[in-house]
């Protein structure tokens, strides 16, 4: 039986959220848990990136700042992706012991998220989609769905993203709320803003606009456990974050910070 470990909804800046995850996946070789699912908000309207991204380039940073947007750098990789009135997730722990393969361990965690929308009321799907074409190839991350992400009736609803390690796994990614304040093709450096933005809103959505009303966020999160508990193979605690876990983090913020 593995040791796992949930933390409910911590909120920190951008950064440090992007270095708390990095932590907890390269760090986590050393935990006392096995695989720990997190689930965290933005202290501020952020605009993540993907790690390889040319992020100066891509990014219009001076609309950014005016507008007190907060631009981060993901350790995994994909596309710009606007943090505004959702819940992000995460999903760290030993890749090693697992004996699974990388696909695996990404459908697992796209599973537990399944499980999570279903116990609120929507039936989504796991994509198989083998990559993103065409014009919104060149769009941000909710402009098509990718492969493993989790779509309602088609559209994208959450984008997911994983990197492995040398013995170690990091699968995150986001549940909307609602819809972003501010479209993402408005902060970017590129031709026909306008265009992205109708494709974003034919090829994705949010819970918001799926359910009318209040969510239920418990229902949501003891569903998330209890699916994290069966495909993980063990029993979970909700355990905070750790000061030493913090401060290990604070320590590379700077390595994901490009306006914080």
Same mark, same amino acid.
């Given at each position: 039986?593995?040791?796992? *470990? ?10 440090? !959220?992007?270095?708390?995850? !990095? ?5 986590? +070789? ?7 699912? #997190?689930?965290?908000?933005?202290? #501020?309207?952020?605009?993540? $990136?993907? =790690?390889?991204?040319?992020?100066? /380039? ?5 609309? $950014? @700042? ?7 750098? #993901?350790?995994?990789?994909? &596309? ?13 722990? *030993? ?11 990404? #459908?697992?965690?796209? +599973? ?18 083998? /990559? ?30 994983? +990197?492995? =390690? *040398? ?51 418990? &229902? ?7 699916? =994290?508990?069966?495909? =993980? &193979?063990?029993? $979970?605690? *909700?355990?905070?974050?750790? @000061? ?8 590379? /913020? ?7």
């Amino acid at each position: 039986m593995n040791k796992l *470990r949930f933390i409910d909804e911590s909120e920190f800046s951008g950064a440090l !959220n992007m270095a708390i995850d !990095n932590y907890l996946a390269i760090g986590g +070789r050393d935990s006392d848990f096995d695989f720990t699912l #997190r689930l965290y908000r933005w202290s #501020r309207p952020t605009l993540s $990136c993907g =790690f390889h991204q040319r992020i100066e /380039k891509r990014v219009n940073l001076d609309k $950014c @700042r005016g507008l007190n947007i907060a631009v981060v750098r #993901r350790p995994t990789g994909g &596309r710009e992706l606007m943090h505004d009135g959702d819940i992000s997730f995460s999903i760290t722990g *030993r890749s090693v012991d697992m004996l699974d393969s990388d696909r695996e361990i990404f #459908r697992k965690a796209g +599973r537990i998220i399944i499980s999570g929308l279903s116990a609120i009321g929507i039936n989504a799907q796991l994509s198989e989609a083998k /990559k993103k074409d065409g014009f919104i190839n060149q769009g941000p991350c909710l402009a098509a769905i990718s492969q493993y992400e989790i779509s309602v009736n088609g559209k994208k609803i959450v984008p997911i993203a994983q +990197r492995v =390690f *040398r013995d170690s796994v990091l699968v995150h990614g986001s549940i909307p709320l609602r819809s972003p304040e501010i479209a993402t093709p408005f902060l970017l450096n590129v031709d026909a803003p306008d265009e992205i933005q109708k494709s974003i809103e034919s090829a994705a959505t949010d819970i918001g606009q799926l359910i009318k009303g209040e969510i239920n966020l418990e &229902r949501l999160k003891n569903a998330l456990i209890i699916e =994290f508990q069966e495909s =993980f &193979r063990g029993d $979970c605690i *909700r355990f905070d974050l750790m @000061r030493e876990e913090i401060d290990k983090a604070v320590q590379t /913020k700077k390595e994901w910070e490009i306006i914080d």
